[in-house]
């Protein structure tokens, strides 16, 4: 069984759409986190959400939002895609304390034409 | 806000140990040591972590100097499979998924048949 799951793998889709990328633990973990990979291969963490509680990178666009439906989902909402958004998005979870390590999906790539 | 210096790259012949260095000078007391490594298209993978004390699991050991400023991560008998981008991270002991895990631009590990 795959522990934490993204979907889609892929995603193409032209600027302005909103879409949603799915992520799934099934860790029992009590926080999850999604992160952005550009295309020089920096790992920037996007938002942590924790028991109801969303820590938002400030640097994050306000386009991007993270719905939590209960703790084992968290997804990603982007609306009005720009190119820029291009990347591949991983979605993470931990354990609450933390000192035990995240668990990362295998990751979206997002493609904006 | 990555605070730890790793070296960009490294080469490592297939079952030589691959010895990875890390600074982490400015390390606070209440910080551990992670280490994670990104294998290619794929998302980050946990490998182990420390505060103070030598730790060794199926994967790696981590050796923390005395006065915890760099560690070095082992991996005692490399495979091809192991070629990998490699992160030193520190971070502290969180309650509350507020401290993130921040990485920086980690050691590209070859390992050469």
């Known amino acids: 069984d795959t522990a934490v799951s993204q979907t889609p793998k892929y995603l193409v889709t032209q600027m302005g759409n909103d879409k949603s990328i799915k992520c799934e633990q099934n860790?029992?973990?009590?926080?999850m986190y999604w992160y952005k990979q550009d295309s020089k291969k920096f790992l920037k963490i996007m938002f942590s959400?924790?028991?109801?509680?969303?820590?938002i990178n400030e640097t994050v666009p306000n386009r991007f939002s993270p719905k939590s439906p209960d703790k084992a989902h968290l997804n990603l909402h982007i609306n009005s895609l720009e190119l820029g958004d291009s990347a591949v998005y991983f979605c993470a979870s931990a354990r609450a304390g933390g000192e035990r390590g995240y668990t990362f999906g295998s990751g979206t790539r997002l493609t904006v034409v | 806000d990555a605070k730890t210096t790793q070296p960009p790259s490294m080469d490592c012949a297939e079952g030589r140990a691959a010895n990875l260095p890390c600074n982490h000078s400015?390390?606070?007391?209440?910080?551990?040591v992670y280490w994670y490594r990104q294998i290619h298209s794929q998302g980050p993978q946990y490998i182990i972590h420390?505060?103070?004390n030598n730790e060794t699991n199926e994967m790696a050991s981590l050796i923390i100097t005395e006065d915890r400023k760099s560690s070095t991560l082992i991996l005692p008998h490399a495979t091809l499979r192991d070629t990998a981008v490699y992160y030193c991270i520190v971070k502290p002991v969180d309650q509350t998924g507020a401290n993130n895990l921040f990485f920086g631009t980690g050691t590209r590990l070859t390992v050469i048949p």
């Open positions: 860790l029992g973990h009590d926080t």
């Open positions: 959400y924790n028991n109801k509680e969303l820590i």
């Open positions: 420390g505060l103070k």
């Open positions: 400015t390390i606070s007391g209440n910080e551990y």
